[in-house]
């Protein structure tokens, strides 16, 4: 794949992880048990929804000249990876957590895959 058709889908996958990361307080009304921690109500509940709206509002913006912002398109691949996978054994420890199985832990893993196959590269020294 050229670098021009690369920097295309990243800037449309920036987009639309982004857009995900805001709509995830929405997400989990409508599938609770793929999208949603924990049950009932809990104070890390809002903390994580903020930190998510704003993460996804800096990926649109990184969607604009994704070069610029190499290093935020990292941390979101690889603490992606890292949320997706305390959650995977977290969910396989607790039986009433496995919709996460087929919710926001493959979510986390496609981010996490996506982003690091098309991460702009390191400019030549």
């Not at 995830?24 to 409508?30: D, F």
């Not at 609770?32 to 509940?45: A, D, L, R, T, V």
């Not at 009433?96 to 690091?116: C, K, N, Q, S």
Request: overall charge positive; aromatic content about 14%; glycine content about 8%.
């Amino acid at each position: 794949m050229d670098d021009a058709k690369r920097a295309h889908l990243l800037r449309i996958f920036l987009v639309l992880f982004g857009i995900v990361f805001i709509l995830v307080y929405p997400l989990s009304l409508v599938w609770p048990s793929g999208w949603h921690w924990g049950q009932g109500y809990s104070h890390f509940w809002p903390m994580i929804l903020g930190v998510y709206v704003v993460w996804g509002v800096y990926l649109i913006i990184a969607s604009r000249n994704p070069a610029e912002h190499r290093s935020l398109i990292s941390f979101t691949a690889w603490a992606s990876l890292v949320h997706g996978v305390i959650m995977a054994v977290q969910a396989a420890q607790d039986s009433r957590e496995t919709g996460h199985f087929i919710g926001d832990v493959p979510a986390l893993i496609l981010v996490f895959l996506v982003l690091i196959w098309l991460a702009p590269r390191k400019a030549a020294a």
